[in-house]
């Protein structure tokens, strides 16, 4: 989680508690150390956050002090809603339980008469019918693509023959009915795109890969576009 975020957090925590909450439990819901809690409180009051408490004996944010509230047009709260609802389709949970919190945390800030807006928005959006992954926990793709880390997967293709490959996770590719992953495949030496739900066993790898000053991204976005260029599509 990126400080900002984590610094919202932490108001956001404070505000809800019905009692003061020490630094370990806001430390354990936040899952950084203890140390890092007293910092970022450290921080906050010193943005004139009028948060009060010590260690060891917890924080409590003095009564009537709130978020200013953030100004979207109804376009821009339409957009939310229905973007948020979206997500909800991909079949990644982390991703879906993300996109919840976005809305929750976006309806508490918003001033009363636009929560409404986000909260009980009057939109509907269809289930995708990609498959569930199983052999592959796709916050770990994620994190993998974030931090150039390689995987190693065990991948049966539409025939059922399986092969072991190492990947180095480029990107994810969210379509309705199916999700892939894009990587440079090391067993091919060539950029591949792999099912998800064909995907039978992962293991996230601590070894990184070279990114080649992004030109590795570059040739995978060069493909994509070739492939739209011929109509194909992509995977």
Same mark, same amino acid.
């Given at each position: 989680m990126r400080r900002a975020g984590r610094l919202f957090d932490i108001i956001q925590a404070l505000r809800i508690a019905p009692r003061p909450i020490t630094a370990a439990t806001l430390a354990e819901q936040l899952e950084v150390a203890v140390r890092t809690v007293y910092r970022d409180i450290a921080t906050l009051q010193a943005r004139r956050i009028p948060i009060e408490g010590a260690a060891g004996i $917890?924080? *409590? &944010?003095?009564? $009537?002090f709130d978020l200013p509230p953030l100004m979207f047009t109804a376009d821009e709260i339409d957009a939310i809603a229905v973007g948020a609802r979206l997500v909800r389709r991909l079949r990644d949970p982390g991703l879906q339980d993300a996109a919840d919190a976005v809305l929750a945390k976006i309806t508490t800030i918003l001033p009363d008469r636009l929560r409404s807006g986000v909260a009980a928005a009057p939109f509907f959006v269809s289930d995708g019918s990609a498959a569930v992954p199983e052999g592959i926990d796709l916050s770990d793709v994620r994190r993998a693509i974030r931090e150039t880390r390689k995987i190693r997967i065990t991948y049966a293709d539409a025939e059922g023959r399986r092969s072991h490959r190492t990947v180095w996770p480029i990107a994810m590719l969210y379509y309705v009915d199916v999700t892939l992953l894009g990587a @440079?495949?090391? &067993?091919?030496?060539?950029y591949r795109h792999f099912r998800v739900e064909r995907i039978l066993t992962s293991t996230l790898l601590e =070894? *990184? %890969?070279p990114t080649a000053g $992004?030109?590795? &991204? =570059? $040739? @995978? %976005?060069? &493909?994509?576009r070739s492939r739209v260029a011929d109509g194909k599509l992509s995977g």
């Open positions: $917890g924080y *409590v &944010l003095r009564r $009537g @440079w495949c090391e &067993l091919r030496r060539d =070894e *990184v %890969f $992004g030109k590795l &991204l =570059e $040739g @995978w %976005f060069a &493909l994509q």
